[in-house]
């Protein structure tokens, strides 16, 4: 006999992995700002019960990119811009600290980001945005290791998702080479020991977020609330 304790166990696996799935469709616009959903359609996409799915759904609420409706349909919420802005200050907070020890003591930092931004070369000449987005990701979160503060790029990775939807929109190709001409600029401080440049260059790099907000409001208004 299965125990309840296991069973608790492997629903909550369940759930995070749609949890996973549905997030990185909303953040990609597979599921667009106002499309509906259903636990039935997502158990049955996913091939689970519903009970896990109900549970990805809370969750994804609280992460404010679900709404869920007593009696309605759930659907996929609107960006918001206030959210924009609490995760871009978040994110600063945070990085900018990161960036500016990692400044102070670089070690093998400059031969790890070097080849980290020659892969984003290549994914923004094959014009990838799905592989470049999850490159730039781990260029930020490799800042973090290298500090010894991998935790602390959770910490941001759980406030970011309204970010997150803002920049996969803009993830063109001119975009993609903004972002790797400043991811260059942050590795050569770091590389440099230069800690004033690195918080600079970081500052820099993520006051971008607030032109790309104004420019997807501008380029899909339906999207925002």
């Not at 984003?120 to 490799?142: C, V």
Request: zero cysteines; a negative charge; charged letters at 25%.
């Amino acid at each position: 006999m299965v125990s309840a304790q296991v069973l608790d166990v492997t629903e909550e696996t369940m759930a995070m992995r749609v949890v996973g799935a549905l997030r990185d469709e909303i953040v990609t616009m597979t599921l667009k700002p106002g499309d509906v959903i259903s636990e039935s359609d997502i158990a049955g996409r996913y091939g689970v019960s519903r009970q896990p799915v109900r549970e990805a759904f809370i969750r994804l609420a609280q992460q404010g990119l679900l709404l869920i409706r007593p009696k309605r349909a759930t659907v996929v919420k609107k960006i918001s811009p206030e959210g924009v802005r609490q995760s871009r200050f978040i994110r600063e907070s945070i990085e900018v600290e990161i960036v500016r020890r990692l400044a102070g003591s670089p070690g093998e930092a400059a031969e790890v980001l070097k080849g980290l931004i020659a892969d984003q070369e290549l994914a923004s000449a094959a014009n990838d945005s799905r592989r470049f987005h999850t490159l730039d990701e781990l260029f930020h979160r490799t800042l973090a290791r290298l500090t010894g503060v991998e935790y602390a790029w959770q910490l941001i990775d759980d406030h970011k998702m309204q970010l997150d939807r803002v920049r996969y929109l803009t993830l063109g190709v001119s975009s993609s080479r903004v972002a790797i001409d400043e991811h260059g600029v942050i590795a050569a401080a770091v590389a440099a020991g230069d800690v004033a440049g690195a918080e600079a260059a970081m500052r820099a790099h993520l006051a971008r977020a607030e032109v790309l907000l104004s420019q997807t409001i501008s380029d899909f208004p339906d999207y925002f609330e």
